[in-house]
């Protein structure tokens, strides 16, 4: 029989007074609206297991946030009940404790009184507390034997747990669930009795799984584990049969792999970074925005998550583990590389979950081996996992294409068991000013990349004297790896892989998941007020404007966005105008203000105008389309409706392949004219039937066009530069890897003569993508003396890219190329 627990609400109070001297909570969804609850209708509050001090807890922030009290009495037709919760389960056994579900009296009540009538409904809000949050560990047969379900001496382990985690205690609340929904099904009473209490228990482990993530191997089991599978076993008999040597040498080598691998992950080094980190984001920053992170939280109890957002810094995994743990969610385990294996370091990152992976490993089949084994144990288990898919931080502020090795490792992981579902979360982490900015500055200039070093962190944080303004975390819509797969090989299902998948289809699949993951980064990009003046004033002459000028371009970039938002996932400012984002921009002394007697002039110097083009890069992909657009009019006065549409049809392959847009061609039309429309109505353009034309020169309307239409110009005079090429070198005469050369040396020659301040502009990856991307859509061939060859439609993109270029620059092309005007 239920028996609650029963105290005066006198010493009920004093108790939970007593308590939170000591206990410090944080607290997931107790809202009304998180919790979908109706004020009309009762609500009773569930915990797993039988605990005062959880109850204390749970009345203490229902009390808080303003929510129906648990030690209280719940009323409703039919219902009289002394207090609003019951437990799922309760101990039994003096020594050896253990949980056993149950049917509370009280929940068999609510039952009945539903049941019998049909106008009452009860609310049941699962609530879980979580003491310190440290999952379970498998570091010895004595605690595997007393793990969750045999506890020693429980109450007293209580005790222990809240003095020792209780100033890190998490309390999760969820969605309530209807009562009458379930009883409406007409199942007989024991039968929703069984259901209800399967529909906890199996919410409240999918809610231990997110938080906490699964049980924890002792490293030196699970390094046990690796080296003893079938196919790690298989590669070690081969290598010593291969290489001559003793069995015994290959298996030490393969151990030997796994410990330089294998992650040590540590509760205490957690806490020690949460607290130290807590510290460092308050003295650099003025705050960490987040957001869409309620679809991860969903995700989290009954998929593998693997997180893979971009890489701007090496901050990046620390900003998104520290946001995870304080957003409820389990750490993941972090894919670095083993430069960051440093002497202290090293050790920090390893037992916060790092796990170490050398840069290149295809020919090192034992290597490789262990790799696979150990990430096809963490994904098969549930650890949530974490990789930048684009190998290594970005130097230009741009989503770099991304390198498919770990993305495949996890296809064909997933492809030899695919009993746990996979969601990828791409995540989009930028800053309003970067910790490196004065490393990237000198690689910008085309400075070696230095080995990282301990003293590199140390000096970073000890330099810092200035804000750095707010950094961001946007996490992008999830994709589902088993729907993926469905798409793009509905087939799948139906092979045998075995332990080794390698099907014929991997290298494109892969491809286009990396493709597709990029392209979500993007779409959860963050407009910030650093970004969005540096998109502007980089647009201007001499990277200066009238301070009441450049309040009218911010101004009108925010209105275009808010017009044609390019995904629900983005975000940007909120009640900031022109105004307050040049004094914000200002304050952290990235563009400088000139006073005059006609007012003040915003300008940036030199130094950072280079920098400013790593934080335009941040959003260049949002403003593609209607840069295209206005680019379009810089050389014309009018054109028809559909000759805008023909000519980014031709070139919108390109932008996307480079900037990983979002839209597949077959949308472009409409993403087309809905941007028309939008400028349009914005004065940009007038609309005179099917032709479109530019407003006068000198207006507010044709500045703003014309600053619009700047930020894209680089990317079509790269595309010119390598198509005037091809054409001087003529088809069949030149091979990709010289004409990338080719392309930027005069790259480099266009931004000396012409003052192009932009050191991505000569990147040569750009180059050669664009020349990948050229022979994907048929415009270029390699022949059989590995030569490009191609035919008349590359003089058709030549004439289009000519349309939209400034003639000076057209003019030193051709003085170089001899292409033909």
Not at 216 to 224: G, P, T
Not at 546 to 552: D, F, M, Q
Request: charged letters at 20%.
């Amino acid at each position: 029989m239920d028996k609650p627990i029963q105290l005066s609400r006198f010493l009920f109070n004093l108790l939970r007074r007593l308590m939170f001297f000591w206990v410090r909570t944080r607290v997931q969804n107790n809202t009304v609206e998180a919790l979908g609850l109706d004020a009309d209708k009762p609500v009773i509050y569930v915990l797993q297991s039988r605990s005062l001090s959880d109850l204390l807890v749970l009345d203490r922030e229902c009390q808080k946030a303003g929510l129906p009290r648990p030690y209280t009495p719940l009323t409703g037709q039919a219902i009289s009940e002394k207090h609003a919760y019951f437990f799922l389960a309760r101990p039994e056994g003096l020594f050896l404790t253990r949980e056993r579900m149950y049917h509370s009296d009280r929940l068999v009540r609510l039952v009945n009184a539903v049941e019998t009538n049909h106008d009452q409904d009860v609310q049941i809000v699962p609530v879980s507390v979580f003491w310190g949050r440290a999952p379970d560990k498998e570091d010895s047969p004595l605690k595997l034997l007393f793990a969750w379900n045999y506890n020693v001496g429980s109450r007293f382990r209580k005790f222990l747990a809240i003095l020792m985690h209780g100033r890190q205690t998490l309390v999760h609340f969820s969605p309530a669930l209807s009562l009458r929904e379930i009883v409406d099904e007409g199942q007989d009473h024991n039968r929703t009795l069984r259901k209800i209490g399967r529909i906890l228990r199996v919410h409240f482990r999918q809610i231990r799984a997110s938080v906490l993530g699964p049980d924890l191997s002792h490293r030196r089991i699970l390094v046990n584990s690796i080296i003893s599978s079938d196919t790690v076993r298989k590669v070690i008999t081969e290598q010593a049969e291969t290489r001559n040597i003793p069995l015994e040498k290959a298996e030490a080598k393969a151990r030997d792999y796994a410990r330089e691998i294998v992650s040590d992950f540590s509760h205490s080094a957690i806490r020690f970074l949460d607290i130290l980190l807590t510290w460092f984001w308050n003295k650099i920053y003025n705050g960490v925005d987040i957001n869409h992170i309620e679809p991860v939280r969903d995700l989290a109890g009954s998929h593998e998550l693997i997180y893979v957002p971009c890489h701007r810094s090496h901050i990046d995994y620390l900003l998104l583990s520290y946001v995870l743990y304080h957003k409820g969610l389990q750490p993941p385990h972090i894919a670095a590389g083993i430069n960051l294996n440093m002497p202290l370091v090293g050790s920090l990152l390893r037992r916060s979950g790092a796990f170490f992976m050398r840069r290149s490993f295809k020919d090192n089949p034992l290597y490789t081996a262990v790799f696979h084994e150990y990430l096809h144990t963490l994904f098969t288990r549930g650890f949530p996992t974490e990789y930048f898919v684009e190998g290594g931080r970005s130097r230009t502020g741009r989503t770099l294409r991304p390198k498919t090795g770990m993305l495949s490792i996890t296809l064909r992981s997933f492809l030899r068991d695919s009993r746990k579902p996979i969601a990828f979360v791409p995540v989009y982490i930028g800053y309003e000013k970067l910790l490196e900015v004065n490393t990237y500055l000198g690689e910008l200039h085309g400075k070696t990349k230095k080995k990282e070093s301990p003293l590199d962190i140390i000096r970073t944080v000890a330099g810092l004297k200035n804000s750095f303004g707010h950094a961001y975390v946007n996490f992008g819509e999830p994709i589902l790896l088993d729907q993926f797969l469905n798409q793009v090989q509905p087939a799948w299902q139906a092979q045998d892989y075995g332990d080794n998948p390698r099907p014929a289809w991997l290298w494109d699949t892969t491809n286009q998941l990396g493709t597709l993951i990029a392209s979500r980064i993007n779409s959860a990009a963050a407009i910030n007020p650093v970004n969005l003046v540096a998109m502007v004033l980089l647009s201007s002459p001499r990277h200066a404007l009238g301070e009441e000028e450049l309040v009218i371009q911010l101004e009108a970039c925010q209105e275009l966005l808010a017009k044609v938002p390019y995904n629900s996932h983005t975000t940007q400012p909120v009640g900031m105008s022109g105004q307050d984002m040049i004094r914000y921009v200002e304050s952290m002394k990235m563009v400088y203000r000139q006073t005059d007697s006609l007012g003040d002039i915003i300008r940036m110097d030199d130094r950072n105008a280079v920098l400013m083009t790593y934080y335009r890069n941040n959003i260049l992909h949002l403003f593609a389309i209607p840069s295209l657009i206005s680019r379009m009019f810089a050389n014309s006065h009018a054109i028809e409706q559909q000759e805008v549409i023909n000519f980014c049809r031709i070139l919108y392959p390109y932008l996307k392949s480079e900037l990983f847009l979002q839209w597949d061609i077959e949308a472009l039309d409409e993403i087309v004219k809905h941007w028309l429309s939008a400028m349009a109505e914005a004065g940009l353009l007038t609309v005179d039937g099917t032709l479109l034309r530019r407003p006068e020169s000198g207006s507010t309307g044709f500045i703003t066009l014309t600053i619009l239409s700047r930020p894209i110009q680089q990317a079509l005079e790269r595309f010119y530069v390598v198509i005037s090429l091809m054409l001087r070198n003529g088809s069949g005469e030149v091979d990709a890897e010289s004409l990338e050369g080719q392309s930027r040396d005069m790259a480099q020659r266009l931004s000396i003569i012409h003052g192009l301040n932009a050191p991505e502009f000569f990147d040569k990856t750009l180059f050669r993508h664009f020349i990948e991307e050229l022979q994907h859509n048929g415009v270029v061939r390699i022949n059989a003396d590995n030569q490009l060859e191609f035919g008349e439609e590359i003089a058709v993109v030549a004439r289009d890219a000519r349309r939209v270029l400034p003639s000076e620059i057209r003019h030193s092309i051709l003085q170089v190329t001899h292409a033909g005007s």
